[in-house]
């Protein structure tokens, strides 16, 4: 399986339920978030998955991306299943490059 195509294709995934910014904004400064997002890293062992599964190993830079992105799908927020550890580079790739200001706060710590 191409992981970061996947991972790509459900990034562009909307929902009729967009989540206003200031909401979301809210979430990521929440304690919930950082209780999660540990749990994610240690379940990822603090590795990019997407570079692992092109072989590489990468562990600066990580941060936590919502799969099916947290505007969207809100009720996701916490959803281990819905979360994944990968690296600056790959979450680039991950989100359409051309909207990458919208992401520069996404997800990261
Ligand atoms: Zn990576
Ligand atoms: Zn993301």
Redesign the pocket.
């Known amino acids: 399986m191409d992981l970061l195509k996947d991972l790509q294709q459900k990034a562009q995934i909307k929902s009729n339920n967009r989540i206003d910014r200031d909401i979301t904004e809210l979430f990521y400064h929440s304690k919930e978030w950082r209780k999660v997002r540990k749990e994610v890293l240690a379940r990822d062992k603090r590795e ?1 998955q ?2 692992k599964s092109l072989g ?1 190993v ?1 562990i600066d830079n990580l941060l936590v991306h919502h799969i099916y992105i947290l505007e969207y799908y809100y009720n996701k927020r916490l959803d281990i299943d819905n979360l994944v550890t ?2 600056h ?2 979450h680039e790739m991950i989100h359409d490059r051309y909207k990458v200001n919208k992401w520069k706060e996404d997800e990261y710590f």
């Open positions: 990019c997407v570079c590489k990468t990968v690296c580079s790959c």
